[in-house]
Nanobody
């Protein structure tokens, strides 16, 4: 079983930055593809970013490309999401996900493990 715990959310003004962290349990972290999804009130969950186990393959949603950066530290069993240039439309609960595969995907149903989520609120 893999447990994921997010941190780093909060309230920030438009144009500001936040760094989300996702700490994972288990010794198999380095074999998992990791992702971030978000869900705003009354909206469907949407893909944000994903990174392969080696960090060599990364994919972003068009809405965050150029502003967000996903990275991972396998020695610390942690994945990060650096968010710069935040906009009010980035306001959502951000969840970390894990997939026991070498391949990344943008589909939430491909990720069996989920964190509890962390709230990000961007004020205008």
């Amino acid at each position: 079983q893999v447990q994921l715990v997010e941190s780093g959310g909060g309230l920030v003004q438009a144009g500001g930055s936040l760094r989300l962290s996702c700490a994972t349990s288990g010794r198999t972290f380095r074999t998992y593809a990791m992702g971030w999804f978000r869900q705003a009130p009354e909206k469907e969950r949407e893909f944000v970013a994903a990174i392969s186990w080696s960090g060599g393959n990364i994919y972003y949603a068009d809405s965050v490309k150029g502003r967000f950066t996903i990275s991972r530290n396998n020695a610390k069993n942690t994945v990060y999401l650096q968010m710069n240039g935040l906009k009010p439309e980035d306001t959502a609960v951000y969840s970390c996900t894990a997939r026991p595969s070498a391949q990344i995907t943008v589909n939430s149903y491909d990720y069996p493990y989920w964190g509890q989520g962390t709230q990000v609120t961007v004020s205008s």
